[in-house]
């Protein structure tokens, strides 16, 4: 009888597709009738080799050199029969995956945010994975899915994580994940900081910053503006352009008066939205180089002392009641003097009876439409002495008298010394004075009388004469020469007609 020569099978288990370190088994299989024992014969590569004649060959712990093609072939033990050799059958091997933890928002979040763990295994082979997540390095499996998620994340759920993974109906197994740990903090903050200054004149560019305390990933940023109230409460006005610091970043290329005001900010992040406390509050103050009101403060000077009657008043060239009194703060707070118990507000003047320490703030007067002159900084003392100085800046080429002075009466000797940034420019006089300012003479000044004390600080600003007003100051002048000349004419031709006439009477006779 003559029959089709047999054609061995190559067959690998668990998988073509192994990790490093696995137990792989070859077997080689023939269907030849007739034949009750076959000799096997295997090959690798193409070789002519045999490594092995085992029907079932196996790597006890299969590494990358164990990779290859295989084939085999069959002889039948005492005879003469032999099969076909197989076709090649390809094992590769390959790291055992690893396996890679991802938290997000952040590794970092605050208690009451949606936080989600993610398990994820780069392993060729596998389509199915079965999970198991760790913590802490119990081995105790607490959720079996790719994802796991904190719906509103504790203090309790903090810690460090690992996972690892199964093949779903096989026997291959990735490494397990390097832990990852999850911090779980208190209520998030915001901290919000101006640069370069707070302090701004029109025109100058500016940039208000808004951080989370502690974090940095993932967050939007909401801007908002302090209103004043009647109640000790804040209240704070969405600006209509927020999303336009959604990045951290509010800045103004180019500030006006408008944009005075106390900014506070906000974050959030995550779906749902989970959002931060507001943040301190930030004053930004922009000075105009001709605002179209001014603040006139009785007694003038910045620095006052306590149990005294000071006056506001906010003054235009129309002598117009639609002007308020505002100050900020020490408490943080933004006030009206006509919705306050502070001051009491008639017309565009507000009057303090008796200044107390918590009076110190900044003062300005403001109009419904967001009109508002300069800002000054007022500051009431308790005892010691304090610096007279001017409310307003000085213009360069004027003069500058600075005075020290005293809660109670004057001292016998009342002279003293004046700094300026620290440094004594002055000495054992009763004022100080500068006969021409110049720019050199801006900056923080203070006197110290040997008894009496050392006064707060107060900045004097001084303030260039732009060409603008120097121009209108020449276009002025050719004015008032042109209409000199003008007036002068109509004399100067009737006198002419005069003399001429008389000349012509004289010739006559």
């Known amino acids: 009888i003559v029959t089709e020569r047999p054609k061995a099978k190559v067959s690998i288990k668990p998988d073509q597709h192994v990790f490093r370190g696995e137990t792989v088994t070859l077997r080689c299989d023939i269907d030849g009738e007739g034949v009750t024992s076959w000799k096997y014969s295997w090959y690798k590569d193409g070789s002519d080799s045999v490594f092995s004649e085992l029907q079932e060959h196996t790597f006890s712990s299969v590494t990358e050199s164990d990779a290859g093609k295989y084939s085999c072939y069959g002889a039948e033990r005492g005879g003469s029969r032999t099969s076909n050799i197989s076709d090649e059958v390809t094992l590769t091997v390959s790291e055992r995956p690893k396996v890679k933890v991802s938290i997000k928002p952040d590794q970092h979040v605050f208690r009451g945010e949606t936080v989600t763990l993610r398990c994820d295994i780069d392993g060729e082979g596998v389509t199915s994975w079965k999970y198991s997540w760790y ?43 390097d832990e990852v740990t999850l911090t779980v903090s208190d209520q998030a903050k915001t901290v919000l900081s101006v640069s370069p200054q707070k302090w701004l004149t029109e025109g100058d560019p500016g940039t208000l910053i808004c951080e989370v305390k502690g974090s940095s990933t993932g967050w939007t940023f909401s801007w908002y503006t302090l209103t004043a109230s009647s109640d000790s409460s804040n209240h704070y006005q969405l600006l209509s352009d927020s999303s336009r610091g959604a990045g951290g970043n509010y800045t103004v290329s180019s500030a006006a008066l408008n944009h005075t005001g106390v900014y506070v900010c906000r974050a959030e992040r995550g779906k749902p939205a989970y959002n931060t406390t507001y943040s301190n509050t930030q004053p930004l103050w922009v000075t105009g180089v001709s605002p179209p009101v001014s603040l006139i403060i009785s007694p003038n000077r910045t620095q006052h002392f306590i149990s005294v009657s000071l006056s506001l008043s906010c003054e235009d060239q129309s002598n117009s009641d639609r002007w308020r009194v505002r100050r900020y703060t020490d408490k943080k707070q933004l006030e009206d003097c006509s919705s306050s118990r502070w001051g009491s507000q008639t017309g565009s003047k507000c009057t303090i009876n008796s200044t107390k320490v918590w009076h110190t703030g900044v003062y300005w007067c403001q109009s419904e439409s967001g009109e508002i002159s300069h800002h000054v900084n007022i500051t009431v003392h308790k005892a010691g002495a304090i610096l007279e100085s001017p409310v307003h800046p000085v213009m360069e080429g004027d003069s500058l008298t600075l005075r020290c002075l005293y809660k109670h009466s004057t001292p016998a000797n009342p002279r003293a010394d004046f700094y300026k940034d620290g440094s004594l420019i002055q000495s054992q006089t009763t004022e100080m004075i500068i006969s021409t300012v110049s720019k050199s003479h801006e900056g923080f000044y203070y006197c110290k009388h040997p008894k009496r004390g050392e006064s707060p600080k107060s900045w004097i600003s001084v303030r260039g004469v732009s060409n603008e007003l120097s121009h209108s100051e020449s276009q002025i002048s050719v004015l008032h020469t042109l209409s000199s000349v003008l007036t002068v004419c109509p004399y100067l031709l009737v006198t002419v007609v005069l003399i001429f006439k008389c000349c012509r009477m004289r010739d006559s006779t």
């Open 135 to 177: 913590k802490d390095g119990s081995d105790s499996v607490f959720s079996d899915l790719q994802e796991h998620t904190f719906s509103s994340v504790t203090e309790s759920d903090a810690g460090k994580y690992s996972c690892y993974g199964a093949e779903r109906g096989g026997s291959r197994t990735s490494h397990i994940s």
